[in-house]
T-cell receptor, first 120, second 116 residues
Framework: EAGVTQFPSHSVIEKGQTVTLRCDPISGHDNLYWYRRVMGKEIKFLLHFVKESKQDESGMPNNRFLAERTGGTYSTLKVQPAELEDSGVYFC??????????????????FGQGTRLTVV | DQQVKQNSPSLSVQEGRISILNCDYTNSMFDYFLWYKKYPAEGPTFLISISSIKDKNEDGRFTVFLNKSAKHLSLHIVPSQPGDSAVYFCAASVGFLAGNNRKLIWGLGTSLAVNP
């Protein structure tokens, strides 16, 4: 079974340009998350999709960032226009919540390898 | 202000010995804690988790302990193996178990080196 895949693995763009990152979650996973790690700082939540709907987008830095999840399958994260502080590694993760018989959620999220974005 | 703190950037242990990775948090509303492991150029991989209603969870060589009064959790790896060398992240969430919230708050990570 294929894991979470992200494209591209690396991207170097100039300030002011537009970049679109793509994430293909594990097939059948309703939940899709975007995270970002800026160098030297902690991994930060950006947003959470449940199928095609945005469940929580409280971590999106500003309106230069636009995330979509067409048909509840793959997701894109567009940065337009990119700024220097947008540089970092962008991770995507997916999960399929299962409420087990023990009364607990099995919510393991599987991460992609990340996209390293460098804005120069 | 960081809500999840991993104060040791790195840790080095001998193969076969115990590795103890620590994590402190400030938000008393956190009800679910997770440990992730990350190798270079890869995404984080889920390792083990614990809910706030428990104080210990064990999975093979990995055990997580939670001390709510001290707002502290630790990950024990026994015995440590060279393949355990990676960066370990502590993460926490509010409302995770109720299904209300999947937002994880992460620590900075601790780089573990297990020497043969």
């Amino acid at each position: 079974e294929a894991g979470v895949t992200q494209f591209p693995s690396h991207s170097v763009i100039e300030k002011g340009q537009t970049v679109t990152l793509r994430c293909d979650p594990i097939s059948g996973h309703d939940n899709l998350y975007w995270y970002r790690r800026v160098m030297g700082k902690e991994i930060k939540f950006l947003l959470h999709f449940v199928k095609e709907s945005k469940q929580d987008e409280s971590g999106m830095p500003n309106n230069r960032f636009l995330a979509e999840r067409t048909g509840g399958t793959y997701s894109t994260l567009k940065v337009q226009p990119a700024e220097l502080e947008d540089s970092g590694v962008y991770f995507c993760a997916s999960s399929q919540d299962l409420f087990d018989l023990g009364g607990a959620w099995n919510t393991e999220a599987f991460f992609g390898q990340g996209t390293r974005l460098t804005v120069v | 202000d960081q809500q999840v703190k991993q104060n040791s950037p790195s840790l080095s242990v001998q193969e076969g010995r115990i590795s103890i990775l620590n994590c402190d948090y400030t938000n008393s509303m956190f009800d679910y804690f997770l440990w992730y492991k990350k190798y270079p150029a890869e995404g984080p991989t889920f390792l083990i988790s614990i809910s706030s209603i428990k104080d210990k969870n064990e999975d093979g060589r990995f055990t997580v302990f939670l001390n709510k009064s001290a707002k502290h959790l630790s990950l024990h790896i026994v015995p440590s193996q060279p393949g355990d060398s990676a960066v370990y992240f502590c993460a926490a969430s509010v409302g995770f178990l109720a299904g209300n919230n999947r937002k994880l708050i992460w620590g900075l990570g601790t780089s573990l080196a297990v020497n043969p």
